[in-house]
């Protein structure tokens, strides 16, 4: 898979992101095929890109408490 540029990407945070800066990811809408997600805490580091598909089965999951917080 090519990575696309994504300096001009528009990144968004989880509606249930809190304010407190914890651990939060953001999304970058917009790529066909593709989600670009960084660590909100780090804006300038790295971003790492899922096939759509695999990102839908991975929100699902989340959404189906698949996933149990530690």
Do not use: H
């Not at 090519?2 to 914890?22: C, E, F, H, M």
């Not at 909100?40 to 839908?56: H, I, M, Q, Y």
């Amino acid at each position: 898979m090519r990575i696309p540029d994504l300096s001009a990407a528009t990144w968004r945070k989880s509606t249930y992101s809190n304010g407190d800066g914890g651990q939060c990811i953001e999304v970058a809408d917009g790529f066909s095929g593709i989600v670009p997600v960084r660590d909100s805490k780090d804006p300038n580091g790295p971003a790492l890109v899922f096939p759509s598909e695999a990102w839908s089965a991975f929100v699902a999951g989340v959404r189906a408490g698949d996933f149990p917080v530690v």
